[in-house]
């Protein structure tokens, strides 16, 4: 087996590892996973994606489509979503870097709509977040050449890609950076108050 070739361990020992460990987050269907990471004194292993694993967590999104970007310390990318019926679930890493991922529930029926969630995902610490359709998404770059990762259920479609402000007041996300680097298009997202969802 790969795993075995790689770890130099035995397909017992690794099959005796959860090898991804789910944990809840105060906003519903949003999911922090954390990956078992077999490490020795040449490097690492895990899998940063398991069908089944996923499946047995409750996730059972069929994911069509990488993404990568490459983004510069204090860049603000956000924040992003395609409308129905291209909405898209994600999950999302960093393999290089670190960034302060936030997603805004935009789920109309929520009792969480408008709320945020904010986590560190890095290349140290390898976390996952699972993030289901009807959010909203972005982060902020906490260092220089930082390359994230991002696992999507739907094709990209233009026609349906909308945007919320990343800055929006009533949101209130503490970004905790003054000079944000930033596109054109993210400068003009909607104000929350403005928006009307389509979830």
């Known amino acids: 087996m790969v795993m075995d070739t790689v770890m130099d361990m035995d397909t017992a020992t690794i099959m005796n590892h959860k090898l991804m460990e789910p944990v809840d987050t105060i906003i519903k269907g949003l999911v922090v996973i954390q990956p078992k990471v077999f490490e020795d004194s040449r490097g690492y292993f895990y899998e940063p994606y398991n069908k089944q694993v996923l499946a047995d967590m409750g996730i059972n999104d069929d994911f069509v489509q990488d993404n990568q970007s490459l983004s510069q310390k204090d860049v603000v990318r956000g924040l992003h979503f395609q409308n129905p019926p291209f909405a898209q679930a994600k999950m999302v890493r960093v393999i290089q870097g670190a960034v302060w ?89 909607k104000l929350f108050k403005e928006f009307k969802s389509q979830f």
């Open 101 to 189: 991922d936030v997603v805004v529930d935009i789920r109309k029926s929520s009792p969480t709509y408008g709320d945020y969630y904010g986590i560190e995902l890095s290349a140290k610490n390898k976390t996952i977040l699972y993030i289901p359709e009807g959010f909203a998404h972005g982060f902020k770059t906490l260092e220089d050449n930082t390359v994230f990762l991002y696992k999507c259920s739907r094709y990209y479609n233009k026609p349906s890609e909308d945007s919320i402000l990343w800055s929006d007041p009533d949101i209130g996300i503490e970004w905790d950076i003054e000079n944000p680097v930033l596109s054109d298009k993210d400068r003009k997202g």
